[in-house]
């Protein structure tokens, strides 16, 4: 039997010590007595159930729907919905219980007890508080874990309103799905210590039996435990373009469990596992903005006129469509090479993913004004000199 129950309904009872009173001498001690005291202790809850329900209606939820977020107006519907039935349930759990524990009283009448007199109702009893008792719990544990949910679900547009990357396909999903399974475990343990069942052993076993899988799937955890780490570090979003190690260059399709997803230039589709991403070095080009820097190596002979070169490429690189207005091109000689002097063209676009087609575009217009002008691209030449060994 439910002790903290059991001392609820004795804290109940001195608090109703004389309507108790009364009510036994109107229906006496024996049965009928139990019966009218659950039937008065359900009629309690049933009335604080409606009590409370108008509260919310009339008080709570015109306070709630002045707020600005909807989250307060997804739990206070889950609350209205639940909060009746939950109650309800909890008076009839406890009407159940009282009256169970009504029937080891001793009727002044017959100086037996009730259960003496009445055997099968303690059986009947008996089933009747342990099936309640378990609703109770999985009542009472499905409306948290909506509460869960639903603040999620919020704090995820929240972050994907900031930052507008979408998680919903990764980390939310897996935390809601683990959510569920602790509160079904939670649920578990508390029904079995109800019924007094030793859980020791239950969690010996559940450890032996974790190591166990645990050795024979190290790869797989190591994974797991990385795309953790991904998920809550996140280096990188879905939709980011991405650079890992020296030969991975791709935007990122999906973050799951076990790997990450990429599709690379060649549209290949790419799985890597999130324990190898995690060891790598990672060069994210889209956060924490979307822009770029183009370069682009210009050598250029040195009978050239520096200033006529840096005036045609940038007049070229400004007038670019996908070149940021607000962040003009510049050129600098970098160095003074073996035959060239070697300019270095830097031009940054808003959107990553223009950037290839602006580099290529801005290297043709170059060239074709480069030879309109007379301008020689310089290319490395070298002077061999065979010598015959026979003429020396």
């Known amino acids: 039997m439910n002790v903290p129950a059991i ?25 009928a007595f139990q019966i009218s005291l659950s039937v008065i202790l359900f009629v309690i809850f049933f009335v604080l159930a409606k009590a409370f329900s108008y509260l919310l209606r009339r008080i709570i939820k015109p306070i709630v729907l002045r707020s600005k977020t909807e989250v307060d107006d997804k739990i206070l519907k889950i609350i209205e919905g639940s909060s009746y039935k939950l109650i309800t349930l909890l008076g009839t759990y406890l ?10 009283h001793v009727s002044l009448t017959t100086n037996l007890k009730l259960v ?14 342990n099936l309640f008792f378990i609703l109770l719990v999985i009542m009472f544990l499905v409306i948290v874990s909506q509460i869960f949910v639903v603040v999620l679900d919020w704090y995820a547009e929240k972050m994907n309103a900031n930052e507008n990357k979408d998680l919903s396909g990764s980390l939310f999903p897996l935390l809601k799905k ?25 969690v010996v076993s559940l450890g032996v039996g974790s190591l166990a899988i645990a050795l024979a799937a190290q790869e797989t955890i190591s994974n797991m435990i990385s795309g953790f780490i991904i998920m809550i570090d996140r280096p990188f979003r879905i939709g980011d373009r991405i650079k890992i190690g020296n030969d991975i260059h791709g935007d990122v399709v999906s973050i799951g469990i076990r ?4 599709i690379d230039f060649d549209k290949n589709y790419l799985i890597i596992p ?5 060891k790598s070095r990672i060069i ?23 200033e006529k070169v840096k005036e045609i490429v940038l007049t070229i690189a400004k ?22 002097l070697e300019f270095r063209l830097a031009v940054r676009t808003k959107d990553y993913q223009l950037s290839f087609a602006l580099g290529c575009r801005l290297r043709e217009n170059i060239l074709r004004r480069f030879r309109e002008e007379n301008i020689d691209i310089a290319v490395p030449q070298r002077i061999i000199q065979i010598i015959n060994s026979d003429q020396q």
Do not use: C, W
């Open 7 to 31: 001392n609820f309904l004795g804290s109940l009872s001195s608090i109703f010590d004389p309507l108790i009173h009364l009510l036994r001498n109107i229906a006496g001690d024996g049965l």
């Open 95 to 104: 009407a159940l219980l009282a009256f169970r524990h009504g029937l080891d």
């Open 116 to 129: 003496q007199e009445y055997p099968s109702l303690v059986s009947i009893l008996s089933v009747l508080d």
């Open 178 to 202: 683990v959510a569920k399974l602790v509160f079904a475990i939670f649920a578990l343990i508390i029904v079995l210590r109800n019924f007094n069942v030793d859980i020791s052993a239950f």
């Open 259 to 262: 790997s990450t997803r990429i």
């Open 274 to 278: 999130n324990n190898d991403i995690v």
């Open 284 to 306: 994210n080009l889209t956060y924490p903005t979307t822009s770029t820097r183009v370069l682009i190596d210009l050598p250029v002979s040195y009978q050239s006129d520096v």
């Open 319 to 340: 007038a670019d469509k996908d070149t940021d207005p607000n962040d003009p091109p510049e050129i600098y000689i970098m160095r003074f090479g073996e035959h060239a």
